[in-house]
């Protein structure tokens, strides 16, 4: 289906497959197009004037058909302007059991919303706690959807963080998470989230190298039990699986992405909390 928008002409693919998309799949298949480029899903039919399609590309190893699209310059000025600075909201222990605010880092910015992740590794959880009464060896692995950190995060950290004045400032994030490059670990059905963790993808996109990757541990974190380094650097967890569903990858102390095994989901290897919320 060839379609007009801003006078370049271009085909959409729903979902990045080959099944061509009916017209009223539009609005749907171009959200699915910018979501996978910038992480942000169409709210309505103005937004779409903001973006430009300026090519269609052929993944080499697969031979699938993808539109990439690009913001407009005015757009994308003002996000390069912003990317990298910090502002406070919500309030959660840092120093001490008691509450302050929390300073968050801008990694994404649109005219509407942005997007912002912790600028310290707020808490110590595993990824995925065996269900109370269950075998913890028979219920270690679990995807991004299903599991105990995405719980706590969109409901106690949620509760906790921010007050109800706060929450009703949060947007939720359709979270996609891909499979595990290397090993194809399945990485779960999309979600909506009001919290969540980046995936690879997004860990590598917003930040640029690995020294900017690299965080610091509260002490309420390390208090938690979260491994910090001589200068209280941490590891953080990511949403992507491992090379099983037992393991999640994770930002090292260095701020590199260890190498696609990732570290076991479970209670004896909690790992540090990065939240990222979207206002």
Same mark, same amino acid.
Request: charged share 35%.
């Given at each position: 289906?060839?379609?007009?928008?801003? %006078?370049?002409?271009? &085909?959409?693919?729903?979902? +990045?497959?080959?099944?061509?998309?009916?017209?009223?799949?539009?609005?749907?298949?171009?959200? +699915?197009?910018? /979501?996978?480029?910038?992480?942000?899903?169409?709210?309505?039919?103005?937004?779409?004037?903001?973006?430009?399609?300026?090519?269609?590309?052929?993944?080499?190893? @697969?031979?699938?058909?993808?539109?990439?699209?690009?913001?407009?310059?005015?757009?994308?000025?003002? =996000?390069?302007?912003?990317?990298?600075?910090?502002?406070?909201? !919500?309030?959660?222990?840092?120093?001490?059991?008691?509450? &302050?605010?929390?300073?968050?880092?801008?990694? +994404?910015?649109?005219?509407?919303?942005?997007? $912002?992740?912790?600028?310290?590794? $707020?808490?110590?959880?595993?990824?995925?706690?065996?269900?109370? !009464?269950?075998?913890?060896?028979? *219920?270690?692995?679990a995807c991004w959807k299903d599991s105990s950190l995405r719980e706590w995060l969109n409901r106690d950290f949620l509760q906790m963080a921010f007050t109800e004045e706060e929450r009703k400032r949060l947007d939720r994030i359709n979270c996609r998470t891909q499979n595990n490059r290397?090993?194809? @670990?399945?990485?779960?059905?999309?979600? *909506?989230?009001?919290?969540?963790?980046?995936?690879?993808?997004?860990?590598?996109?917003?930040?640029?190298?690995?020294?900017?990757?690299?965080?610091?541990? @509260? =002490?309420?974190?390390? %208090?938690?039990? $979260?491994?910090?380094? =001589? +200068?209280?650097?941490?590891? /953080? /967890?990511?949403?992507?699986?491992?090379?099983?569903?037992?393991? =999640?990858?994770?930002?090292?102390?260095?701020? *590199?992405?260890?190498?696609?095994?990732?570290? /076991?989901? !479970? *209670?004896? &290897?909690?790992? !540090?909390?990065?939240?990222?919320?979207?206002?």
């Open positions: 289906m060839l379609i007009q928008i801003n %006078k370049s002409p271009f &085909e959409v693919y729903c979902d +990045d497959s080959l099944e061509r998309a009916r017209p009223e799949d539009l609005h749907e298949a171009l959200g +699915d197009v910018c /979501w996978l480029m910038y992480n942000v899903r169409l709210q309505d039919s103005e937004e779409l004037s903001r973006f430009e399609v300026y090519v269609i590309e052929e993944d080499p190893e @697969t031979g699938q058909l993808f539109s990439r699209v690009k913001p407009k310059d005015e757009v994308k000025k003002k =996000a390069i302007e912003e990317m990298g600075r910090t502002m406070q909201f !919500g309030r959660y222990p840092q120093n001490s059991d008691t509450p &302050e605010p929390i300073t968050w880092r801008i990694i +994404d910015i649109y005219p509407r919303w942005v997007l $912002l992740i912790s600028e310290q590794i $707020l808490d110590c959880r595993p990824y995925n706690e065996p269900a109370e !009464g269950v075998d913890r060896e028979k *219920d270690e692995g290397k090993y194809d @670990t399945y990485g779960g059905p999309s979600t *909506d989230d009001y919290v969540c963790l980046l995936n690879e993808e997004e860990a590598k996109e917003f930040f640029g190298n690995d020294p900017d990757r690299r965080a610091e541990a @509260t =002490a309420y974190a390390e %208090k938690k039990g $979260l491994y910090v380094t =001589a +200068d209280h650097a941490a590891g /953080w /967890w990511l949403r992507t699986p491992g090379d099983t569903l037992a393991n =999640a990858l994770y930002v090292t102390e260095g701020g *590199d992405i260890d190498k696609g095994v990732g570290h /076991w989901v !479970g *209670d004896d &290897e909690a790992g !540090g909390v990065r939240p990222v919320i979207r206002l």
